[in-house]
């Protein structure tokens, strides 16, 4: 840190330009177990907004400068600490939007994802902030792409669907004739960390800890690794697909018939699908809690989910009927006993290293929380997610609930993995949910044959 940059920090300490507070729970595991250093880029969440109508760049302009000072983390960065970083809030925030125009052959498909690629991984100055940017792409008259990445230290899945709610109320105030004010953000990101950190009780901890040490004794790994670790480390591609909306009422109704949530319907079948792609029957992967319990919370932005490890032991001579029931009876316990992800590796003694995820490799996600497709008068925005940050998976499945179809995204590290194998396995996926949505109680390994 310069000599410059310590005496501004001085200044604003003393005006209030800036307070610090100190990490909170998820954030500490972002820098205490991630195999990739929590600057790198593996930990940016991207998604896009499609947005049909006329908005204008002031428009968009007035509208984000609104959310920024609406939403703490949007103003907030990282000043490091002797054994941990504080976070850094500062009371007037910078907007960050660019504009361009798209020529016609990089306005749609792969081209289109390749320009949203460049915007999504420029690095973030995790000093000096801001940890977000959107870029507005212009595709025609009233067709544009808002792309927007943010830092996953100050935001998770559900605050995507937060700031796109935020955007379209803030356009609202600004440009319609009575549009009111905004109602108050009730609960500041770093009031839930200093409550959710005070609420956490030693005794309580060391009972889960018994329950996960128990739980995941002699976790196996499920595929070698590169000798040279460090050159995978972050280095994740994503790849979207989706299901038919055939193929979706049909794992709506599996779910209903099975008495399963579709949550465990999906999971249940992925870890059948690994166990078939990589001849391991014990599967432990990762997966997402919101840790929104309080109603205040599902309006802010920042990063409060947590992780939580679900094992599961394939047995091919079962039916799925009995496949589901024993993941979802095996997924309620374990959400259950939900504990902050550092306190978890601290318990179990386990350690990230460089591209290593220190309890497992894969992570498993269904992205159920609010994703909201907005139509205002002359405007509509749409919602599509691309990375939740998951640079601390070697593979990982996001699916997410989009209407009448279930949209699938891949990220994996292209060290172990090629662009041929995810689509393989995303192939395998498929045929498993159109096999056992169709025969849910005809044994797994004839529907496998």
Known sequence: MSLDL???????????????QPLSLPQRELWENSPVAPGDIGNHICAFIEVRGNITQADCEAALKLVVERQEVLRLSFLPGKEQPFQMIRRTGTVVLDYRELPADQAHGEALEAVMREIFTRPFDMLRGPLYRVEMLQRGPGDLVLVFAIHHAIADGWTLGVFVQELAAAYLQNKLPGGGSLPPVEMSYTAWAAAERA??????????????RKHLAE????????????????????????LSPEATRNIRALAKTTGATLFNTLLAAFQVTLAQWTGKTDIVVGSPVANRTKQAAKETMGYFAGVVPLRGQVDLTQTFATAVKRVQDASMDCFAEAMPFAE?????GVKAEAGHNPIYDVRFALQNHPIPDITLPSLSFKLRMRSTGTARFDLACEVTEDGDELEVVWLYRPSLFTPEDTQELNRRYQRVLANVSLSPHTPLADLLA
């Open 199 to 212: 609420s956490w009780q030693a005794a309580e901890l060391e009972t889960r800890a018994a329950f996960w």
């Open 6 to 20: 310590r005496a501004n920090l001085k200044q604003w300490l003393e005006s209030g330009e800036i307070r610090l």
């Open 219 to 242: 976790i196996p790994r499920l595929w070698e690794r590169p000798a040279d670790e460090n050159a995978r480390a972050g280095k994740l591609t994503y790849w979207a697909s989706s």
């Open 344 to 348: 978890l590796a601290k318990a179990l």
